[in-house]
Structures are given as structure tokens and as C-alpha cells.
């Protein structure tokens, strides 16, 4: 240990020689910016650049193109030109020139004395930065160099440093490291005029940034089809000066990792004192680059493992502290004592890719800040090629998935997992990662927690190759009679329980089959069609066994007919006799008020901006004026604010959503229904006045903030800071739980004379589709907080829900009008998701309860600070 | 209905009729609502007096006058003091005496002086510029607009003028992107006080007003009462942290939007309205729990980030199409940056919050502390939004401590293109300035309080007339302004700061101070 630290401290002795002469540190950061958007994946086989494409387009409202970049991990030597032995032992030092003339006079002071260059190169680019729609800065010239230092230079740093005890290549990536600082400093830092800037500098990776958005990157590069194992991506949203600077943009680097970066800090200032007393300067001048020292320090020159990294980033605090075992108490609080002066303070989210030379694995990492204050999305995807995903909105995942399996037909558009991490917690610690091991040809990826808990896929599934033409089935002939019959006797419901009953059964084959014969009899009636699109979507909706079947090829098969019988549907001007109508982008002047029988709009809402004035959103409400009330808008890449702007009294208008519809959906609405097919993303029904929300999946951040009413159903979790503020009489279900702060400052009355509750039922599917208790129904560490009216039931029979998490509310026995209160609205979610109350919510490890004993009733209590004299209100 | 009407200082402007004079003019007296109004001298009257009623005539300012065939009690209010005393020389009886009022020496603050009080009165009584005997330009803090001073060029240099007609009207959307263009007829409107925080009478006399002067005055955070709905063109529903209140129909029915993100006089603590003020109506305005406090938390839980507040934009956007977006901000040091972001998020209105303002209900500690002095904030706001090229774009609003027309043109000149009220309209309806705003029941006055009772005290007809009047005598003091500077219009003196002196770098000091304002 003490020689561990001596060795710490020599090589930040060895930095003090960098630091001489500079000036005093900055007091703030120069370069500004609001939050961006952030992917990343990782993939057990090299993909090409032209994935990270589509995502970052997705993404674009996150930045506003002045400063875009991407970097990218494990790459194939013959792509590159050099032997597999350079490609992995050498630096790949990629020199970023704002001003040629400065390529000699950084050659011959910094690489040619000091390494031995075995590629050097200009990256290809192409001919004129203006054939780019939108790109009005030219992107830097970047030259890379494969080098290694000099063994005489490489002596004399160690002998002069004192390094001797630890290994010459961890000291050559110091060197290799501080000759790096040096051209910065010159050519960039200390200048009035920037000139030049290293890059990157680690093995086998790689970092690109300009001044516009991060797939210009990919196209001015020429990266389209340049492969890679990890790619991300940062869309940035500088807002300061009217010049920019690439050297401002995200990915930063440390030596062998690229850190990207969604967030503000606070303790700016802080952070910089930190870094200062251990030999580090910050030369860019953002966030993002002490973000990536701090990682870099505590990596490679403190050598603590990851899991300590992610804690002295986002220390756990509270009850996740609390409820960790008592050695890593002892651990985290040493950290804490020692690092908190340089814990990054604010709403902030990582992606990092690394290469780990020592260890021969690659990663992609993403950390949360300890009270998930920035958007965050990861996502696994199991079977022969693997591939894990970090992203700020779901619809950029959606759309790398989309991307990648319209080239490689092992991938699948769906995901097999999506979730979020809780930051700063004892249950996941706020990070995951994802790492892929061993040598080329058997990669295999895996993806942990913070604590080194695997991320379980199902095993034994596979994907189902869509290419494969569908051929007529064995039990052809049964099927169809039951299809037949169902059709013909209007009863969805029962054709979906014969599906379900017999999918783990079929082969991909058989169903795709069946769902092409739903599809032809869509195209019958509109009786039928509508029969079939009841029955696709409550396979869509619900959750059952697949068994060797991936969920997420049966969605995708179930989504593609779906979108078939959308699309088939007459266009708007059309005569035709049928109920349902259809429009796009493109036909979106067609608009008109629907004719005698016409009653559902079909809208393809992939074409449409995700905001502004011709925004879908917009659309709607236009349509909703001119007279229609019945919506299906499908196709939805991240496009916001659904169902908003319709105004009060829209009772009868029902939206049904399908596809990955974005933030402040159903935000305001006051009367009409919604129904999201899908996960949904932040910001949901904020200000929600009347109305009904069914979210066949998760919710995002801050659900429900300042909501009135209306009745909501959401099968699965809601992320950080649901119902804060909400006051009225907002009826609610969440199934899932919740990641913390649920309904803070809650003002709902008395729920039982008319006021609002939420009731958290903190159960899960597994993956046959069964239900199974969370392993605890709510594991955060504030509950009701400060809590005026207004109720939480929650499922909690083995009474794992701890008074410390109540601030604000109490426990009391659930009486029989709390119990018939609620039950209209369990019934009502029984009918949605087809959880029953009799046979799963009441059932308690087998053996049925009473209601008194499964549910608790939190309430608030008359806090004093509530009810106190001190006061500032406007 | 609106029409275009001509005030008697010659200029344009729209409003009701029914609030005209025949002249034209919108101003009517509105005297003090209680019996005996604080004034700065008290003049007394003996039993030696006759009623010959020479005082009546001498009295120039309608301090004595007939009851009857009494005399009424001298409107003391209305004396200039010893300058003039002409009725107590001219009594033939003697009397009448004259002496200061020692209560007047107790009310105010440095601040808002005794002077700047009852100047305020005088204006939202008569809707003039209060006599010179008052000082009703600046307070005496010693800082911040106290310390600034117009430069006015001699009435000989030709610029002075007094011909033509002088515009003080101001836009709000400047950014030409489709959606309406919205001006003022004054460079103020009202700012952001809840439903909560003052009581409906009050709401409603400040809404009146803004619909006479073609201005706007703003809901807070605390719903949209129904009785304003004939006001909706003249209200900016306020989205602020808590969302009380706030619905669809509550951001479709105006044409300003704003959001606040924090309040100069309180950056960083949110809001918090006592659980005493929560009585049944403001708790069914909010739709939360009568008794129980409200809290407003910091910040909005969905805007962590510039990208956030974009989207936020958009949202308000998205529900009313016609809109303009305004933002109001307290003045941290990166005040700049702020703005300059607002403008990328699609805002039409960055408007600073300074730390000079807020009612008794902020914090002392944190009033003045916490943010930076308006003063401050403006010009860096203005320069570097002409640095990043955008400042013609945006319409810079500032608060926080307006107190007189001449702090408003103040803050013109620094670089705003328009000012909010906030204290100096509740002022204007007879607040003392206790600072009791948030304790009990609220206000004595019956201004900041929700109680049924006490706030029976405002008649909201009179309430209107005393803002109108306010307005008014701001009004005529801009033109004043803009003709001794030589300007036609509020807009030209934007960012001159060259027709600004600060005190402390004035060598020749008595010639300034004998300058105005």
C-alpha cells in the first residue's frame, strides 16, 4: 500500500515540472455548455462508423452543432495499414492541426526526439468540408502518428523521476502522457491563436471532434465503413462566443480512454484545486476534460479498481450507504474522506470508452450522478453478436439498433434489456459496463454493475433472421381455423390467449406465418383490421413466454406487421369506405376534417421534427380541431410533447402511440385518453389535469411533475422524481417501482374524500413472462417527502419499506376504504396488463392475503416545516 | 373595446373607453383610502379660525378645504411644507401652524425613503410628478441606482426639446420568427405576485391597469383566478417551479408565457408560502391542502441543463403557438451566459431579476446577499448579447429593486429595454413597507394577504385607478427624460450608459447633485 502510494506520488512529482510558469487557475470554466446528447455502444464484433451515425442524428435537438465528436475503440490492423503488433503496442497519437504550418515545428520538437514512429499518416478526409450539408466550420487536419518512445528517452524519464519501480510501460504511458500536455500547452492552451492539439494519444483508440455535429465527423473522416468493437458519440450545446473551437468538444481523453459527457458542474473551481495539488492543470477548460483527469488520476496513478473510481465519482450517501455491507462502508468512507474535494458536484452523466492494454479487455461505461439528474438509458442485446448500449434518450439505442440490423441480420432492432441505473446507490451504484474480453474471433461481451453483479440476458434464445422467407407451417390449418373463428366472433382477447398460449411452442417461422394471416384479414374490413390491430397489440403490450424465442425479435415481428396494416391504410384524400385513414409527413397538407365514417387518423410520425412548430404534436392538435378524436401515430423516433396543446375538454379523444415516443408526452392534457405502446421517455404528464395515461412499459424522469389528475397506468418503472409537486387528485399505478424521490412535496388532499394517490405495486416479469416480486418494492432513500395530502399503497408484504425513507409520512393499516378506494383501480390495471389481483398481487409466496397484509398505506403526517412560521414566498 | 386615444402629454396609446377622461386622459384622482393619509408635515388650524376660507384660495395644492361649512381637516399629504407656508402667512387669524411629522421620520427605509413612499402616493393618487419638496427619484441606499445620476445636456444645446411626439413603447418579440409582435405602450409591466401572496382585488386593479396602458401584468405562481379571463390579452401566466396552478388552459389563454427560474431577491431557496396564507381559496386555486405550506422547489426538476430548457421552451411552445416566451432569471456572475443560452432555448424575453427587490416574503438574508446588484447585471447582459451578435433579438427585461421612473430610465440607459414592477405597484396601493407580507393572514393593508376580510380593504376599481395613475406619472416623467436627452423614442436611450454619471466618479459632485435625478 505505502509503496503504491510513493509510486503515486512520484509520478505526480514528475508533473510539477509540466505545471512551472503557468498561470494562476482558471476560476470558471470559459467554455459553457448546456447538456448534450451522449451514445455510445460496444459490440463483440467490429461494426462500422456508419451506426453511430443515424443515433447522433436522432440526437440533434441535444446539440446545435458547434462541436460534435465520436472516438472510437478497437480497431482491425489491416483497416489501418500497420502490423497486428503496432496496432496494440503502439500510441496512436492523433494531432488535430488548426493551423498547417505547425506540423514541422510539432515534429520536431515533440515526436521526432523523443518517439519512434512506425506509421505516420494524414487521416483521409474528404475533398471539400462544404459538400457536407451544414458543416460551416472546416474540421481540424488530423495527422496520427503509431509511436513508442524512445528507449534512451524513456531511461532518462524514469531515471530522472524515480519511476524504476514501476513497470517501463506504465512509465512510458506517463511520458507519452506528459509529452501530450506539452503540445497542448503550446500550441493551444497558452496561445491567443490555437494552432494545434493532441487528440488522443492511447492504443488503439481513437478521438475525432469538430466544430458541427458528431455524424459530420463520421462523413468528413470518411468513417462510414471504418470498423470499430466501441463507438460514441457527443452531440455538445456550447453557448458561449461566437467562436468555437474543436479542441472544446467532447470525447476527452486520459491515455487509453475517451470520456463523453451530459452535464454542468457545479464545484468547477473545486475540482481544478483538486486536480492543481496532484500535478494536473486543465488546459480546455470544460467540465468534460476534468472529468476525464480525475478518471485518469485515479486509474492509472492511484491504480484503484473501477469500482472505486465510480464511488469517488458519485459517492453512495444516505440509506444506499447505509445499506451497504459493513467492509464496504469502511472502503467507501475512506474514499469519500479522501476524494469529495474532487467529486464532481451537479447534474451530470459519463459515457467512457476505454481500452485496458494491460488487461486485454475493451469497456463501455456509463455513470449517473448520485441523484440522476441527467437522462440515462442502457440496453443489452444477447445472441451470436452481442452488443451493449448507453444512451441519453432511448430512440438514439432504437436507432443504432435499426442501423445495425438493416446491414448485419444478427442484430435485432429490439433490445433484450433496457434500463436505468440508480445513482449513488447500494443496489447497482449508479454505473454500468460493459466489457469484452479475450482475444479476436472469441470476444464475448458481458455487463456488470458497480459491484460486479452480471446483468442477466435468458440464455439459450436466439434472434430471428427476418431474411428468411416464411414458408407455410404444419399446423397451418389449426391455426387458421382459430384465427377464423376469432375474427369472425370479434373476440381479440381470446386469439391473443391462444397466441400466447402457444408461442413458446412455434418456431419464428410459424409465427411470423400467423402474423402475416393477421394481416391479411386486416385487410378485409375495418372490423378486421381493427380486430388485428387489437390482438397485435396486446402481444406487444403484454408479457409471456418466448422460449427460445428473443422477446425482442417477437416485437419486432409483431411491430413490422403492425406497421404494415398502418401503412396499408387509404391515404387521407382517398375515397374509400373505411373508418380509418392515413397520413405522413409528406401528405401532411392532405390534412382535412374527416368525412361522414371516417374516424381513425392514422398518423406515420417518423418524418416529422421532433419540436417546433411542425412538429407532430402540432399536427394533432390541428387535426383535433378540425373535428377528428380517434389517433394511431406510429413510427415515433423520439418526436416530443404527444397529446399536448389539445386544450381542456377533450374527453372521447384517444392517441394511441407505438414506436419511441420522446419527452413531455401527455404534459397538460386535461380530459383525453393516451395509450404509449412502448416504454416512454421524461418528462411525462407534467401539469396533467384530467385525463388517462397507460404506458405499456417504463417512464422516465420527473413523471408527472406538478400533475393535477387523471388517471395513469404504467406496467413497468418510473426512473427519478416521479409526482413531485403533484397536487388535485392524480390517481396512479405503477407496477415497477420507482428509483427515488417519488412524490416529494406530494399535495393530493385527503385520498379519500377525492384527493390523489399512488399506488406502487413494486413487482417485475421475469423473462417467461410470470410475475415476481422486486427485491424490494421501493429502494430509495426518500419516500413522500415532505408531504402534505395525498396517499402511497404500496405492495409491500414482507414490510420492507423502512421508516428512515419516510420524511415526511407515516405507515398505517390499510383500512377496507382505503382497500375499496383503490381496488377499482387495480381492477382497471388487471384489465390492462393482465395483472390480477386474486391470483398475483394478493398472492404471497404462494399463499393468498389478505389485502390489510399485503398493502401499506403512507401518509403524511403535519411536519412543523410545514406548518412553521418562517416563510419566502413570491 | 380599444381605440386610439391622446393623453394630455400628447402622445397615443389604447384603451378602454370607460376609463377616459374627455380629454383623453386616463388619469382620475384616487385618494388615499384611509381617512388620514401619512404626510410628511402637519399642519395644524387653532379654534381661532373663521372659515374665511383665504387658505382655500392661497393653498396652491388642495391641502385645506370646505366640509360642509367647516373646513375639512387639512389634506396634509398634499403640503409642500415651509417653502411655501403661504396660508399660514396669509391667515388672518394665525391659526394655522406647520411642523414635520415626527411618524414620517419612522416610515421607510434607506431603500425606499418616507420621500420615495409617499412621492409613490402622490403619483397613484394624482397620476403627477410629485412636487419638488419630494424626493422622488432616488432613495437613500447609497448604492446602486442611488449613486447614478442622467447627464442632461443644457436646455440651450439645441438638443433639449419639447416638440413632437415621444414613443415609449417597446417590443417584446424581436426575434421575426412568425409568431406576434407585441408591444407595449410603457417600457414596464407587472410583475410575477401570486394568487396567495396578494389577494384578487389586487390581481385584478394591476390587470385593469395593464389593459388601460396596453401593458401586461403577470399571474405568479399560483393559478389563473377566472376573474381575470377579460384580461387575458394584458396577463402573462407565470410556470414556475411549483406548477401551481399552471394548466394548458392557463398557458393558452395569454399571450406571454413566462417561465421563472428564480427570483433575484431569493436565487436558490424556491418558494414557500406559509401554511397560515393557504386558506381554502388559495388552496383550491392550487388544488393543495388548506393549512398545510406550499413549496416551490429550486429549480424546476426537469431543467438541469440549457438542452432542458430548450425543451422546456418548446413545450410552452407547442401548447400555445402564439405565445412569446419570456424567462426570468436571478443575476448570478454567469448572468451572460444565461441569457445568451435563453436566446439558443427559442425565448423572447430574458428578463434579469436583480437582488434589490422582494417583498417581505423573501428572506432578509438573502435579499441583497445572494444575487448580483441589477446594475451590474444589465450592462454585462446587453454587451455581451451585442458581442454574440443577438442582441437585436432579444428583449432585455429588468427587475429587482425599480422603484422610481428614474430608476426605470436608469436601467434603460444601462442596457434594458424595459423594467417589471413589483414592490412599487403594491406601494402605489398603500404599503408601508412593514415587511410583514407572510406572516398570519398576510397584510394589515389588505394588499398581501388572501383573507377574505382584510382583503375587502382594496376596491379593486380603486386599485386600477391608483396604478393607472402610477403609470401615468412615470409616463410623463420618461418624456421629460427623452426630451431633455433629445430623444424621440424609450428605445434610443438603450445601452447609453454615456448619458449616465455615477457619483463616486465625479469630481465636481454638487453640480451633479444639483442636476436631476
Known amino acids: 500500500m505505502e509503496r503504491r502510494l510513493s509510486l503515486a506520488n512520484r509520478i505526480i512529482e514528475s508533473r510539477e515540472r509540466l505545471l512551472r510558469d503557468l498561470p494562476p487557475l482558471p476560476s470558471c470554466k470559459v467554455e459553457v455548455e448546456g447538456g448534450c446528447g451522449v451514445i455510445g455502444f460496444i459490440s463483440s464484433i467490429p461494426v462500422s462508423g456508419r451506426h453511430i451515425f443515424e443515433p447522433s442524428i436522432q440526437m440533434h435537438n441535444r446539440g446545435n452543432g458547434k462541436g460534435g465528436g465520436i472516438a472510437a475503440v478497437g480497431f482491425s490492423s489491416k483497416e ?57 466550420t472546416k474540421p481540424p487536419d488530423v495527422w496520427r502518428y503509431f509511436a513508442r518512445v524512445k528507449e534512451e528517452v524513456l531511461e532518462r524519464f524514469i531515471d530522472e523521476n524515480g519511476l524504476h519501480d514501476i513497470s517501463p510501460r506504465r512509465a512510458e504511458d506517463e511520458f507519452i502522457y506528459q509529452n501530450s500536455f506539452n503540445i497542448n500547452r503550446k500550441f493551444y492552451a497558452s496561445l491567443g491563436e490555437k494552432k494545434a492539439f493532441v487528440l488522443s494519444h492511447g492504443r488503439n483508440m481513437m478521438i475525432l471532434k469538430i466544430v458541427g455535429y458528431a455524424e459530420q465527423v463520421v462523413r468528413y473522416y470518411k468513417l462510414e465503413d471504418f470498423k470499430a468493437h466501441i463507438w460514441i458519440a457527443h452531440q455538445r450545446y456550447p453557448t458561449k462566443g461566437r467562436v468555437w473551437h474543436p479542441g472544446g468538444a467532447h470525447p476527452f481523453s486520459g491515455l487509453d480512454e475517451a470520456l463523453v459527457h451530459n ?92 481500452n485496458e492494454p494491460y488487461k486485454h479487455k475493451m469497456q463501455l461505461i456509463g455513470i449517473t450522478d448520485t441523484s440522476m439528474l441527467r437522462p440515462q438509458v442502457f440496453a443489452i442485446q444477447d445472441g451470436e453478436v452481442q452488443i451493449g448500449l448507453i444512451c441519453s434518450e432511448k430512440q438514439a439505442i432504437d436507432a443504432t439498433l435499426h442501423s445495425l440490423a438493416s446491414e448485419d441480420k444478427r442484430f435485432c432492432p429490439i433490445a433484450d434489456r433496457y434500463w436505468n441505473a440508480r445513482g449513488g446507490s447500494h443496489t447497482d451504484g449508479g454505473a454500468f459496463i460493459f466489457t469484452i474480453d479475450g482475444k479476436d474471433g472469441e470476444r464475448g461481451l458481458t455487463c456488470t454493475d458497480k459491484f460486479g453483479k452480471v446483468i442477466e440476458i435468458p440464455e439459450g434464445q436466439t434472434h430471428c433472421d427476418m431474411t428468411i422467407e416464411v414458408t407455410i407451417p404444419s399446423s397451418n390449418i389449426l391455426i387458421e381455423d382459430k384465427l377464423k373463428e376469432c375474427f369472425s366472433t370479434n373476440n381479440a382477447l381470446s386469439l391473443f390467449e391462444y397466441i400466447k398460449d402457444k408461442i413458446s411452442g412455434w418456431d419464428y417461422n410459424t409465427f411470423r406465418w400467423c402474423c402475416g394471416k393477421i394481416q391479411e384479414l386486416a385487410s378485409i374490413g375495418d372490423d378486421y383490421k381493427g380486430i388485428a390491430i387489437e390482438v397485435l397489440t396486446l402481444l406487444n403490450d403484454r408479457r409471456y413466454d418466448t422460449a427460445k424465442k428473443k422477446q425482442g425479435s417477437i416485437l419486432h415481428i409483431i411491430r413490422e406487421t403492425l406497421y404494415k396494416i398502418f401503412s396499408s391504410t387509404p391515404i387521407i384524400s382517398q375515397g374509400s369506405d373505411s373508418c380509418y385513414r392515413f397520413i405522413d409527413w409528406r401528405r401532411r397538407h392532405l390534412l382535412q376534417t374527416p368525412r361522414h365514417g371516417e374516424k381513425i387518423l392514422i398518423i406515420n410520425a417518423s418524418d416529422f421534427p421532433p419540436e417546433g412548430e411542425e412538429c407532430d404534436a402540432r399536427f394533432i392538435v390541428e387535426a383535433f380541431h378540425l373535428g377528428w378524436k380517434r389517433f394511431i401515430v406510429y413510427g415515433y423516433k423520439g418526436q416530443r410533447f404527444c397529446g399536448c396543446g389539445l386544450g381542456p375538454n377533450t374527453e372521447g379523444v384517444r392517441i394511441d402511440v407505438y414506436g419511441s415516443p420522446g419527452d413531455y408526452l401527455a404534459s397538460g392534457i386535461d380530459g383525453l385518453e393516451i395509450r404509449v405502446h412502448n416504454s416512454a421517455q421524461d418528462q411525462l404528464g407534467q401539469i396533467m389535469k384530467r385525463g388517462k395515461l397507460v404506458v405499456f412499459g417504463d417512464v422516465g424522469q420527473t413523471f408527472m411533475y406538478g ?64 410475475i415476481q416480486e422486486q427485491p424490494t418494492p421501493y429502494p430509495g432513500g426518500n419516500l413522500f417527502s415532505l408531504a402534505s395530502g395525498g396517499a402511497i399503497y404500496v405492495r409491500d408484504p414482507h414490510r420492507k419499506i423502512r421508516d428512515e425513507q419516510l420524511n415526511g409520512g407515516e405507515f398505517v393499516r390499510l383500512t377496507p376504504l382505503d382497500w375499496n378506494l383503490i381496488l377499482p383501480y387495480l381492477q382497471e390495471n388487471e384489465r390492462l396488463f393482465g395483472i390480477s389481483i386474486e391470483d398475483d398481487l394478493l398472492v404471497v409466496d404462494g399463499i393468498k392475503r389478505g389485502p390489510e397484509e399485503v398493502y401499506r398505506k403512507v401518509r403524511a403526517i403535519k411536519l412543523s416545516v410545514l406548518t412553521g412560521v418562517e416563510d419566502f414566498g413570491e | 373595446m380599444n381605440q386610439e386615444g391622446t393623453s394630455k402629454t400628447g402622445r397615443n396609446f389604447r384603451c378602454e373607453d370607460l376609463m377616459r377622461n374627455k380629454d383623453g386622459s386616463v388619469v382620475k384622482r384616487a385618494p388615499s383610502r384611509f381617512r388620514n393619509a401619512i404626510a410628511k408635515y402637519i399642519v395644524r388650524r387653532t379654534q381661532g379660525c373663521s372659515v374665511c376660507g383665504t387658505c382655500i384660495r392661497v393653498c396652491p395644492f388642495g391641502v385645506h378645504e370646505y366640509a360642509g361649512k367647516k373646513l375639512a381637516r387639512p389634506r396634509e399629504h398634499l403640503c409642500i411644507g415651509p417653502s411655501c407656508a403661504r396660508c399660514i402667512k396669509e391667515c388672518p387669524n394665525g391659526a394655522l401652524s406647520l411642523v414635520s411629522n415626527p411618524l414620517y421620520e419612522t416610515l421607510g427605509d434607506c431603500r425606499w425613503t418616507n420621500d420615495l413612499i409617499t412621492s409613490t402616493w402622490f403619483e397613484a393618487e394624482t397620476g403627477e410628478v410629485p412636487p419638488n419638496h419630494m424626493e422622488y427619484r432616488v432613495g437613500d441606499s447609497g448604492g446602486g441606482f442611488d449613486r447614478l445620476r442622467f447627464r442632461f445636456p443644457k436646455e440651450e444645446s439645441g438638443k433639449y426639446r419639447t416638440d413632437g411626439e415621444v414613443s415609449t413603447s417597446i417590443q417584446l418579440n424581436k426575434r421575426r420568427d412568425g409568431r406576434p409582435e407585441i408591444s407595449i405602450d410603457i417600457p414596464m409591466y407587472g410583475g410575477g405576485m401570486s394568487f396567495g401572496s396578494i389577494s384578487l382585488p389586487i390581481m385584478l386593479g394591476r390587470a385593469k391597469a395593464a389593459k388601460v396602458w396596453n401593458t401586461f401584468t403577470c399571474t405568479g405562481e ?26 394548458e388552459q392557463t398557458i393558452q389563454r395569454v399571450r406571454v408565457v413566462e417561465f421563472k427560474y428564480a427570483q433575484g431577491a ?136 425599480i422603484r422610481t421612473a428614474y430608476d426605470a430610465a436608469k436601467a434603460i440607459a444601462l442596457g434594458a429595454d424595459g423594467v417589471v414592477l413589483g414592490t412599487t405597484e403594491l406601494v402605489a396601493l398603500e404599503c408601508v413597507r412593514c415587511g410583514n407580507c407572510e406572516s398570519g393572514r398576510g397584510c394589515a393593508r389588505g394588499i398581501a394577504t388572501t383573507d377574505r376580510e382584510l382583503s375587502q380593504l382594496v376596491d379593486v376599481e380603486w386599485a386600477a385607478q391608483r396604478l393607472i395613475n402610477l403609470y401615468s406619472a412615470w409616463h410623463t416623467q420618461f418624456v421629460d427624460i427623452l426630451n431633455r436627452l433629445g430623444m424621440k423614442s424609450i428605445q434610443e436611450l438603450v445601452g447609453r450608459t454615456d448619458c449616465l454619471i455615477h457619483l463616486d466618479y465625479v469630481e465636481n459632485r454638487i453640480e451633479v447633485d444639483r442636476g436631476e435625478g
Not at chain 1, 484503484?304 to 472502503?331: H, N
Not at chain 2, 389563473?224 to 394548466?247: C, K, M, N
Not at chain 2, 439558443?344 to 438573502?366: K, V
Request: aromatic share 10%; net charge negative.
Open chain 1, 707 to 770: 400533475a393535477k389528475g387523471g388517471e395513469v397506468y404504467v406496467l413497468g418503472n418510473a426512473a427519478g422524481r416521479p409526482l413531485i409537486n403533484a397536487v388535485g387528485r392524480p390517481h396512479v399505478v405503477i407496477n415497477g417501482t420507482c428509483l427515488d424521490y417519488l412524490a416529494e412535496s406530494f399535495m393530493a388532499g385527503d385520498p379519500l374524500a377525492g384527493g390523489g394517490f399512488v399506488i406502487l405495486n413494486g413487482i417485475e416479469f421475469d423473462s417467461k413472462g410470470r
Open chain 2, 222 to 247: 399560483g393559478g389563473y383566478p377566472e376573474e381575470l379571463s377579460p384580461y387575458d390579452d394584458h396577463v402573462i401566466t407565470q410556470v414556475a417551479t411549483g406548477l401551481f396552478g399552471v394548466r
Open chain 2, 266 to 401: 431569493k436565487p436558490g431557496l424556491g418558494g414557500h408560502l406559509l401554511g397560515d396564507k393557504v386558506t381554502q381559496d388559495v388552496a383550491s386555486m392550487r388544488e393543495a391542502v388548506t393549512g398545510s405550506s406550499l413549496f416551490s422547489p429550486f429549480p424546476f426538476h426537469s431543467v438541469y441543463s440549457v438542452e432542458d430548457h430548450k425543451k422546456h421552451v418548446d413545450w410552452i411552445k407547442e401548447i400555445n403557438p402564439r405565445a412569446l416566451i419570456a424567462v426570468k432569471v436571478s443575476t448570478p456572475t454567469d448572468i451572460d451566459m444565461v441569457a445568451v443560452g435563453s436566446y439558443y432555448a427559442g425565448a423572447h424575453i430574458i428578463h434579469l431579476d436583480g437582488s434589490y427587490g422582494g417583498t417581505g416574503a423573501a428572506p432578509d438574508i438573502a435579499k441583497k446577499n445572494i444575487a448580483m446588484p441589477i446594475e451590474y447585471a444589465i450592462p454585462k447582459v446587453h454587451k455581451f448579447l451585442i458581442e454574440e451578435g443577438i442582441r437585436e433579438e432579444m428583449t432585455l427585461i429588468a427587475s429587482g429593486g
Open chain 1, 263 to 354: 452535464g454542468d458542474f457545479a464545484n468547477y473551481y473545486s475540482v481544478c484545486e483538486y486536480l492543481r495539488q496532484r500535478g494536473i492543470f486543465p488546459l480546455f477548460l470544460t467540465d468534460t476534460e476534468v472529468s476525464i483527469l480525475l478518471f485518469d488520476l485515479w486509474n492509472r496513478v492511484y491504480n484503484y479498481p473501477l469500482e472505486y473510481i465510480i464511488e469517488a465519482m458519485a459517492p453512495t450517501t444516505e440509506l444506499d450507504f447505509d445499506s451497504l455491507p459493513p467492509k464496504k462502508k469502511r472502503i467507501y468512507r475512506a474514499i469519500q474522506a479522501t476524494h469529495i474535494h474532487g467529486s464532481p458536484d451537479g447534474p451530470w452523466f459519463f459515457i467512457i470508452a476505454r
Open chain 1, 80 to 136: 489501418l495499414g500497420v502490423t497486428q503488433d503496432i496496432l496494440e503496442n503502439d500510441y496512436m497519437i492523433q494531432v488535430a492541426l488548426l493551423d498547417q504550418e505547425v506540423r514541422q515545428q510539432i515534429e520536431d520538437e515533440y515526436i521526432t526526439p523523443f518517439l519512434n514512429v512506425d506509421e505516420g499518416m494524414r487521416l483521409p478526409t474528404i475533398d471539400d468540408y462544404r459538400d457536407i450539408e451544414g458543416l460551416k
